[in-house]
Protein backbone atom coordinates (compact mmCIF):
# COMPACT_ATOMS: atom_id res chain seq x y z
CA UNK A 1 0.00 0.00 0.00
CA UNK A 2 2.92 2.24 0.73
CA UNK A 3 4.22 1.89 -2.64
CA UNK A 4 0.87 2.16 -4.26
CA UNK A 5 0.69 5.92 -2.30
CA UNK A 6 3.79 6.66 -4.00
CA UNK A 7 2.84 5.74 -7.29
CA UNK A 8 -0.06 7.37 -7.16
CA UNK A 9 1.24 10.55 -6.46
CA UNK A 10 3.57 10.52 -9.22
CA UNK A 11 0.75 10.25 -11.42
CA UNK A 12 -0.41 13.47 -10.04
CA UNK A 13 -3.67 12.29 -7.06
CA UNK A 14 -2.87 13.88 -3.75
CA UNK A 15 -2.39 11.21 -1.37
CA UNK A 16 -3.15 10.55 2.02
CA UNK A 17 -3.57 7.63 3.92
CA UNK A 18 -4.50 5.51 7.54
CA UNK A 19 -3.00 2.71 9.23
CA UNK A 20 -1.28 2.01 11.88
CA UNK A 21 2.02 0.26 13.74
CA UNK A 22 3.89 1.82 10.65
CA UNK A 23 7.31 1.39 11.25
CA UNK A 24 10.59 1.32 9.35
CA UNK A 25 11.99 0.99 6.18
CA UNK A 26 8.14 1.94 4.76
CA UNK A 27 7.56 4.78 7.02
CA UNK A 28 10.52 6.29 6.00
CA UNK A 29 10.24 5.96 2.88
CA UNK A 30 6.54 7.66 2.86
CA UNK A 31 7.92 10.48 5.32
CA UNK A 32 10.51 11.01 2.77
CA UNK A 33 7.94 11.01 0.21
CA UNK A 34 5.86 13.64 2.19
CA UNK A 35 2.68 11.19 2.34
CA UNK A 36 0.84 12.02 5.48
CA UNK A 37 0.21 8.69 7.74
CA UNK A 38 -3.32 9.08 9.33
CA UNK A 39 -2.65 6.77 12.73
CA UNK A 40 -5.96 4.29 12.88
CA UNK A 41 -9.19 4.43 11.18
CA UNK A 42 -11.42 6.87 13.15
CA UNK A 43 -14.42 8.01 10.62
CA UNK A 44 -13.42 11.75 12.37
CA UNK A 45 -10.15 11.35 10.68
CA UNK A 46 -10.84 10.33 7.61
CA UNK A 47 -9.96 12.67 4.97
CA UNK A 48 -12.08 13.46 2.41
CA UNK A 49 -11.67 11.72 -0.93
CA UNK A 50 -12.64 11.05 -4.53
CA UNK A 51 -11.23 7.41 -3.76
CA UNK A 52 -10.29 5.23 -1.30
CA UNK A 53 -7.82 2.22 -2.13
CA UNK A 54 -8.58 -0.51 0.82
CA UNK A 55 -5.96 -2.82 1.80
CA UNK A 56 -6.47 -6.67 2.46
CA UNK A 57 -4.95 -6.26 6.07
CA UNK A 58 -8.79 -4.65 6.66
CA UNK A 59 -12.02 -6.30 7.81
CA UNK A 60 -15.62 -5.65 8.01
CA UNK A 61 -15.84 -3.87 11.16
CA UNK A 62 -13.13 -1.67 10.72
CA UNK A 63 -14.60 2.05 11.63
CA UNK A 64 -13.52 3.70 8.34
CA UNK A 65 -14.48 0.66 6.19
CA UNK A 66 -18.21 1.13 7.75
CA UNK A 67 -18.23 4.50 7.15
CA UNK A 68 -17.20 4.00 3.12
CA UNK A 69 -19.96 1.48 2.87
CA UNK A 70 -22.67 3.67 4.50
CA UNK A 71 -21.62 6.62 2.95
CA UNK A 72 -21.61 5.09 -0.66
CA UNK A 73 -18.28 6.55 -1.10
CA UNK A 74 -16.12 5.05 -3.83
CA UNK A 75 -13.70 2.32 -3.11
CA UNK A 76 -11.41 -0.27 -4.75
CA UNK A 77 -8.93 -2.30 -4.25
CA UNK A 78 -4.91 -1.86 -4.87
CA UNK A 79 -4.62 -4.41 -7.46
CA UNK A 80 -7.81 -3.58 -9.03
CA UNK A 81 -6.13 0.10 -9.39
CA UNK A 82 -2.75 -1.22 -10.58
CA UNK A 83 -4.45 -3.03 -13.50
CA UNK A 84 -6.79 -0.04 -14.52
CA UNK A 85 -4.18 2.75 -14.65
CA UNK A 86 -0.79 1.64 -15.29
CA UNK A 87 0.03 -2.44 -15.69
CA UNK A 88 -2.75 -2.55 -18.99
CA UNK A 89 -0.32 -0.82 -21.26
CA UNK A 90 3.07 -2.24 -19.79
CA UNK A 91 4.85 -5.31 -20.08
CA UNK A 92 4.77 -6.67 -17.08
CA UNK A 93 6.86 -9.21 -15.35
CA UNK A 94 5.41 -10.56 -11.87
CA UNK A 95 7.56 -12.10 -9.54
CA UNK A 96 5.65 -14.92 -7.08
CA UNK A 97 6.09 -17.55 -4.93
CA UNK A 98 6.47 -18.13 -1.12
CA UNK A 99 10.02 -16.93 -0.80
CA UNK A 100 12.58 -14.29 -2.10
CA UNK A 101 9.82 -12.15 -4.20
CA UNK A 102 11.13 -9.14 -3.02
CA UNK A 103 15.08 -9.67 -3.66
CA UNK A 104 14.12 -11.02 -7.08
CA UNK A 105 11.95 -7.93 -8.30
CA UNK A 106 14.78 -5.48 -7.25
CA UNK A 107 17.15 -8.01 -9.03
CA UNK A 108 15.30 -7.50 -12.29
CA UNK A 109 14.34 -3.75 -11.84
CA UNK A 110 18.04 -3.47 -11.59
CA UNK A 111 19.08 -5.39 -14.47
CA UNK A 112 16.48 -3.31 -16.62
CA UNK A 113 17.46 -0.13 -15.06
CA UNK A 114 21.42 -0.77 -15.63
CA UNK A 115 20.33 -1.62 -19.09
CA UNK A 116 18.50 2.09 -19.41
CA UNK A 117 14.78 0.97 -19.81
CA UNK A 118 13.84 3.07 -16.93
CA UNK A 119 11.42 0.50 -15.54
CA UNK A 120 8.22 1.22 -13.60
CA UNK A 121 8.27 -1.33 -10.27
CA UNK A 122 6.57 -1.99 -6.94
CA UNK A 123 8.63 -3.82 -4.57
CA UNK A 124 7.39 -4.81 -0.90
CA UNK A 125 10.47 -3.47 0.80
CA UNK A 126 13.10 -1.11 -0.07
CA UNK A 127 15.71 -1.67 -2.73
CA UNK A 128 19.19 -0.31 -1.92
CA UNK A 129 19.62 0.81 -5.67
CA UNK A 130 16.31 3.18 -5.73
CA UNK A 131 16.05 5.14 -3.39
CA UNK A 132 12.22 4.43 -3.27
CA UNK A 133 9.96 0.91 -3.43
CA UNK A 134 7.71 1.94 -6.08
CA UNK A 135 7.85 4.20 -9.20
CA UNK A 136 5.90 4.35 -12.73
CA UNK A 137 8.72 4.17 -14.69
CA UNK A 138 9.16 5.82 -17.90
CA UNK A 139 9.55 2.82 -20.65
CA UNK A 140 7.59 -0.10 -21.46
CA UNK A 141 8.44 -2.45 -18.71
CA UNK A 142 6.72 -2.77 -15.43
CA UNK A 143 8.02 -5.53 -12.38
CA UNK A 144 5.59 -6.18 -9.56
CA UNK A 145 6.26 -8.44 -6.71
CA UNK A 146 3.49 -10.61 -6.76
CA UNK A 147 1.50 -11.88 -3.86
CA UNK A 148 -1.20 -14.84 -3.52
CA UNK A 149 -2.21 -13.17 -0.83
CA UNK A 150 -6.47 -12.60 -1.17
CA UNK A 151 -6.92 -8.87 -2.60
CA UNK A 152 -9.60 -7.16 -0.24
CA UNK A 153 -12.27 -8.32 2.23
CA UNK A 154 -14.69 -7.82 -0.98
CA UNK A 155 -12.34 -9.83 -3.46
CA UNK A 156 -11.08 -12.94 -2.36
CA UNK A 157 -9.23 -13.52 -5.29
CA UNK A 158 -5.42 -13.62 -5.15
CA UNK A 159 -3.83 -10.59 -5.69
CA UNK A 160 -1.80 -11.43 -8.23
CA UNK A 161 -4.94 -12.30 -10.84
CA UNK A 162 -4.99 -8.78 -11.46
CA UNK A 163 -1.77 -8.19 -12.54
CA UNK A 164 -1.71 -9.29 -16.21
CA UNK A 165 1.77 -10.58 -16.30
CA UNK A 166 3.60 -10.92 -20.07
CA UNK A 167 6.60 -13.05 -17.67
CA UNK A 168 5.72 -14.89 -14.66
CA UNK A 169 8.05 -15.86 -12.39
CA UNK A 170 7.52 -18.54 -9.77
CA UNK A 171 10.45 -18.86 -7.30
CA UNK A 172 9.14 -21.74 -5.52
CA UNK A 173 5.56 -23.14 -3.57
CA UNK A 174 5.06 -24.80 0.02
CA UNK A 175 2.06 -23.62 2.16
CA UNK A 176 1.78 -20.61 3.53
CA UNK A 177 -0.92 -17.73 4.68
CA UNK A 178 -2.58 -20.46 6.43
CA UNK A 179 -5.13 -17.38 7.92
CA UNK A 180 -6.66 -17.56 4.32
CA UNK A 181 -6.02 -20.89 2.83
CA UNK A 182 -6.63 -24.18 4.97
CA UNK A 183 -4.42 -26.29 2.47
CA UNK A 184 -1.45 -26.09 -0.02
CA UNK A 185 -4.25 -26.88 -3.18
CA UNK A 186 -5.81 -24.18 -2.67
CA UNK A 187 -2.99 -22.00 -3.00
CA UNK A 188 -1.94 -23.83 -6.28
CA UNK A 189 -5.53 -23.15 -7.53
CA UNK A 190 -4.86 -19.16 -7.13
CA UNK A 191 -1.12 -19.79 -9.52
CA UNK A 192 -3.54 -22.35 -11.80
CA UNK A 193 -5.90 -19.04 -12.34
CA UNK A 194 -3.61 -16.74 -12.90
CA UNK A 195 -1.65 -18.93 -15.48
CA UNK A 196 -5.03 -18.97 -17.11
CA UNK A 197 -5.00 -15.25 -17.64
CA UNK A 198 -1.54 -15.53 -19.42
CA UNK A 199 -1.03 -15.16 -23.17
CA UNK A 200 0.38 -17.75 -25.57
CA UNK A 201 3.32 -15.62 -26.16
CA UNK A 202 3.66 -15.23 -22.35
CA UNK A 203 6.32 -16.53 -20.32
CA UNK A 204 6.81 -18.60 -17.23
CA UNK A 205 9.85 -18.93 -15.51
CA UNK A 206 10.22 -21.58 -11.86
CA UNK A 207 12.67 -24.21 -10.68
CA UNK A 208 12.15 -27.55 -12.29
CA UNK A 209 12.67 -29.36 -9.03
CA UNK A 210 10.10 -28.53 -7.10
CA UNK A 211 6.88 -30.84 -7.18
CA UNK A 212 4.58 -28.30 -5.79
CA UNK A 213 4.79 -25.72 -8.73
CA UNK A 214 5.08 -29.12 -11.07
CA UNK A 215 1.66 -29.93 -9.87
CA UNK A 216 0.40 -26.30 -10.77
CA UNK A 217 1.79 -26.64 -14.28
CA UNK A 218 0.42 -30.39 -14.59
CA UNK A 219 -2.89 -28.76 -14.43
CA UNK A 220 -2.37 -26.48 -17.93
CA UNK A 221 -0.37 -23.73 -19.45
CA UNK A 222 -0.51 -22.21 -22.51
CA UNK A 223 2.13 -19.74 -22.26
CA UNK A 224 6.23 -20.36 -22.86
CA UNK A 225 7.96 -22.40 -19.96
CA UNK A 226 11.84 -21.16 -19.27
CA UNK A 227 12.56 -24.06 -16.38
CA UNK A 228 16.30 -24.37 -14.45
CA UNK A 229 17.84 -26.80 -12.13
CA UNK A 230 20.86 -26.62 -9.93
CA UNK A 231 23.30 -29.18 -12.48
CA UNK A 232 24.23 -30.02 -15.67
CA UNK A 233 21.30 -32.20 -16.42
CA UNK A 234 19.58 -28.85 -17.21
CA UNK A 235 19.80 -26.33 -20.06
CA UNK A 236 19.42 -23.66 -17.80
CA UNK A 237 21.38 -24.00 -14.19
CA UNK A 238 24.01 -22.51 -11.80
CA UNK A 239 27.00 -23.54 -10.39
CA UNK A 240 28.84 -22.06 -7.52
CA UNK A 241 32.15 -21.10 -7.79
CA UNK A 242 32.62 -20.24 -4.01
CA UNK A 243 30.90 -22.29 -1.64
CA UNK A 244 28.78 -19.20 -0.31
CA UNK A 245 28.13 -18.53 -3.62
CA UNK A 246 29.61 -15.23 -3.30
CA UNK A 247 30.87 -16.20 -6.79
CA UNK A 248 28.27 -17.80 -8.92
CA UNK A 249 28.45 -19.48 -12.58
CA UNK A 250 24.88 -19.12 -14.73
CA UNK A 251 24.49 -21.05 -17.55
CA UNK A 252 21.81 -20.41 -19.92
CA UNK A 253 20.92 -22.20 -23.25
CA UNK A 254 24.28 -22.94 -23.77
CA UNK A 255 26.17 -19.75 -22.90
CA UNK A 256 27.69 -18.92 -19.31
CA UNK A 257 28.65 -16.04 -17.73
CA UNK A 258 30.51 -15.64 -14.32
CA UNK A 259 29.37 -13.23 -11.31
CA UNK A 260 31.00 -12.46 -7.97
CA UNK A 261 28.81 -10.09 -5.90
CA UNK A 262 27.78 -8.76 -2.43
CA UNK A 263 25.44 -11.41 -1.82
CA UNK A 264 25.58 -15.07 -0.39
CA UNK A 265 23.69 -18.26 -0.22
CA UNK A 266 22.20 -20.33 -2.79
CA UNK A 267 18.73 -19.07 -2.15
CA UNK A 268 20.15 -15.99 -3.82
CA UNK A 269 21.95 -18.05 -6.47
CA UNK A 270 18.25 -19.04 -7.13
CA UNK A 271 16.86 -15.96 -7.08
CA UNK A 272 19.35 -14.53 -9.89
CA UNK A 273 18.69 -17.54 -11.87
CA UNK A 274 14.95 -16.53 -12.73
CA UNK A 275 15.95 -13.15 -12.49
CA UNK A 276 18.27 -13.38 -15.62
CA UNK A 277 15.69 -16.30 -17.28
CA UNK A 278 13.11 -13.58 -16.57
CA UNK A 279 14.98 -11.28 -18.94
CA UNK A 280 15.96 -13.39 -21.32
CA UNK A 281 12.46 -13.98 -22.65
CA UNK A 282 13.20 -9.99 -24.05
CA UNK A 283 16.36 -11.31 -25.80
CA UNK A 284 18.47 -9.22 -23.71
CA UNK A 285 22.36 -10.23 -24.06
CA UNK A 286 22.88 -12.46 -20.92
CA UNK A 287 26.24 -10.88 -20.31
CA UNK A 288 24.90 -7.41 -20.27
CA UNK A 289 22.45 -8.88 -17.81
CA UNK A 290 24.92 -10.95 -15.69
CA UNK A 291 27.03 -8.09 -15.27
CA UNK A 292 24.17 -5.88 -13.80
CA UNK A 293 24.18 -8.08 -11.02
CA UNK A 294 27.26 -7.81 -10.23
CA UNK A 295 26.46 -4.43 -9.02
CA UNK A 296 22.94 -5.32 -7.76
CA UNK A 297 23.37 -4.26 -3.87
CA UNK A 298 20.37 -6.13 -2.59
CA UNK A 299 17.56 -5.09 -0.21
CA UNK A 300 16.89 -3.82 3.11
CA UNK A 301 16.45 -5.78 5.83
CA UNK A 302 17.79 -9.00 3.49
CA UNK A 303 20.76 -9.97 5.48
CA UNK A 304 21.24 -6.30 5.91
CA UNK A 305 24.73 -6.02 8.29
CA UNK A 306 23.90 -3.50 10.47
CA UNK A 307 27.03 -3.51 12.39
CA UNK A 308 30.56 -4.90 10.63
CA UNK A 309 33.02 -5.33 13.14
CA UNK A 310 35.79 -7.51 13.07
CA UNK A 311 35.52 -9.27 16.66
CA UNK A 312 31.06 -8.62 15.81
CA UNK A 313 28.65 -8.95 12.80
CA UNK A 314 24.71 -7.74 13.93
CA UNK A 315 22.69 -8.45 10.86
CA UNK A 316 18.92 -8.08 10.19
CA UNK A 317 16.51 -9.96 7.75
CA UNK A 318 12.64 -10.93 7.33
CA UNK A 319 13.11 -14.57 7.12
CA UNK A 320 9.69 -15.62 8.98
CA UNK A 321 9.00 -18.69 7.55
CA UNK A 322 10.89 -22.25 8.47
CA UNK A 323 12.34 -22.57 4.70
CA UNK A 324 13.66 -18.89 4.77
CA UNK A 325 14.56 -19.13 8.02
CA UNK A 326 16.85 -22.95 7.49
CA UNK A 327 17.94 -21.28 3.82
CA UNK A 328 19.28 -18.15 5.44
CA UNK A 329 21.11 -19.73 8.53
CA UNK A 330 22.62 -22.16 5.81
CA UNK A 331 23.85 -19.16 3.70
CA UNK A 332 25.39 -17.17 7.19
CA UNK A 333 27.30 -20.95 7.84
CA UNK A 334 28.63 -21.29 4.38
CA UNK A 335 30.05 -17.47 5.12
CA UNK A 336 31.09 -17.66 8.28
CA UNK A 337 32.46 -21.25 8.77
CA UNK A 338 33.81 -20.85 12.11
CA UNK A 339 31.77 -18.53 14.20
CA UNK A 340 29.47 -18.65 16.87
CA UNK A 341 26.29 -18.11 14.89
CA UNK A 342 23.50 -16.69 16.95
CA UNK A 343 19.94 -16.47 16.18
CA UNK A 344 16.98 -13.90 17.08
CA UNK A 345 13.57 -15.00 16.00
CA UNK A 346 9.93 -13.66 16.66
CA UNK A 347 7.41 -15.07 15.04
CA UNK A 348 4.81 -12.68 14.08
CA UNK A 349 3.08 -13.73 11.03
CA UNK A 350 -0.38 -15.45 11.44
CA UNK A 351 0.36 -18.65 9.50
CA UNK A 352 3.62 -18.50 11.85
CA UNK A 353 1.61 -17.60 15.53
CA UNK A 354 -1.19 -20.10 14.41
CA UNK A 355 1.34 -23.18 15.33
CA UNK A 356 1.27 -24.48 11.65
CA UNK A 357 4.83 -24.62 10.98
CA UNK A 358 6.07 -25.26 14.75
CA UNK A 359 7.12 -28.71 13.96
CA UNK A 360 9.66 -27.79 11.71
CA UNK A 361 11.41 -24.67 13.17
CA UNK A 362 14.11 -26.79 15.27
CA UNK A 363 15.57 -28.21 12.77
CA UNK A 364 15.36 -25.10 10.42
CA UNK A 365 17.44 -23.40 13.21
CA UNK A 366 19.93 -26.55 12.94
CA UNK A 367 23.12 -23.92 11.51
CA UNK A 368 22.72 -21.72 14.42
CA UNK A 369 24.74 -22.06 17.85
CA UNK A 370 22.17 -20.42 19.87
CA UNK A 371 19.01 -19.41 19.01
CA UNK A 372 16.70 -16.85 20.75
CA UNK A 373 12.83 -16.75 20.34
CA UNK A 374 10.08 -14.25 20.52
CA UNK A 375 6.00 -14.45 20.32
CA UNK A 376 3.02 -13.01 21.64
CA UNK A 377 2.56 -17.00 22.12
CA UNK A 378 3.94 -18.09 25.05
CA UNK A 379 2.86 -21.71 25.01
CA UNK A 380 4.23 -21.89 21.76
CA UNK A 381 7.62 -20.23 22.47
CA UNK A 382 8.35 -22.69 25.52
CA UNK A 383 6.87 -25.54 23.90
CA UNK A 384 9.77 -24.70 20.90
CA UNK A 385 12.29 -24.49 23.77
CA UNK A 386 11.68 -27.55 25.56
CA UNK A 387 12.58 -28.93 22.65
CA UNK A 388 16.18 -28.03 22.84
CA UNK A 389 16.89 -25.90 26.38
CA UNK A 390 20.24 -26.33 26.12
CA UNK A 391 20.93 -23.78 22.60
CA UNK A 392 17.14 -22.43 22.76
CA UNK A 393 15.66 -19.40 24.51
CA UNK A 394 13.27 -17.19 25.49
CA UNK A 395 13.27 -13.30 24.98
CA UNK A 396 10.83 -12.08 27.19
CA UNK A 397 11.31 -8.54 27.50
CA UNK A 398 13.79 -6.55 24.47
CA UNK A 399 15.30 -4.00 27.14
CA UNK A 400 16.29 -7.35 29.40
CA UNK A 401 17.17 -9.27 26.68
CA UNK A 402 19.52 -6.77 24.85
CA UNK A 403 21.40 -7.05 28.52
CA UNK A 404 21.58 -10.38 28.58
CA UNK A 405 22.73 -10.66 25.06
CA UNK A 406 25.67 -8.30 25.57
CA UNK A 407 26.89 -10.31 28.44
CA UNK A 408 26.78 -13.71 26.62
CA UNK A 409 28.71 -12.55 23.62
CA UNK A 410 32.15 -13.90 22.62
CA UNK A 411 34.74 -12.41 20.17
CA UNK A 412 33.65 -13.18 16.36
CA UNK A 413 30.20 -14.11 17.33
CA UNK A 414 27.90 -13.53 13.94
CA UNK A 415 24.59 -12.31 15.81
CA UNK A 416 21.01 -12.20 13.55
CA UNK A 417 17.55 -11.20 14.33
CA UNK A 418 14.66 -12.16 11.47
CA UNK A 419 11.43 -11.08 11.76
CA UNK A 420 8.95 -9.71 8.96
CA UNK A 421 8.30 -6.94 11.63
CA UNK A 422 9.71 -4.61 13.82
CA UNK A 423 11.05 -6.91 16.67
CA UNK A 424 9.93 -4.01 18.88
CA UNK A 425 12.65 -1.73 17.76
CA UNK A 426 15.35 -4.40 18.54
CA UNK A 427 17.53 -3.46 15.98
CA UNK A 428 18.24 0.17 17.33
CA UNK A 429 18.37 -1.19 20.82
CA UNK A 430 21.37 -3.40 20.36
CA UNK A 431 23.40 -1.18 17.84
CA UNK A 432 22.78 1.32 20.98
CA UNK A 433 24.06 -1.71 23.33
CA UNK A 434 26.64 -3.68 21.05
Not at 133 to 145: C, D, H, Q, T, W
Not at 338 to 363: V, Y
Not at 369 to 382: A, E, M, T
Not at 397 to 408: A, D, H, Q, T
Amino acid sequence: MGGLAIISRELGFKVTGCDENVYPPMSNLLSEQNIEIIQGYKKKDLPKADLYLIGNVISRGNEAVEYILESKLSYASGPEWMLENILKTRRVIAVSGTHGKTSTTAMIAWILESMGFKPGFLIAGRPKDFSISARLGKGEFFVIEADEYDTAFFDKRAKFVHYNPEVLVINNLEFDHGDIYSNLGEIQKQFHNLIRTMTSGGCLVFPEDDKNIEKVINLGVWSKVNKFGDDKKSINYYEAIEDDFSSVRFHLDHNFEEISWNLLGEYNARNAMVALLAVNHFNFPLTSSAKALETFSGVSRRLEILIDRKDLKLIDDFAHHPTAIKETLKGLRSKYKEKRIIALIEIRSNTMKSGLHDKNLIGATEEADLVYWKGSNKNQINNLVNQSPSTHLVIDSINSFSEELRSCIKNDDVIIMMSNGNFDGLADLLKSKL
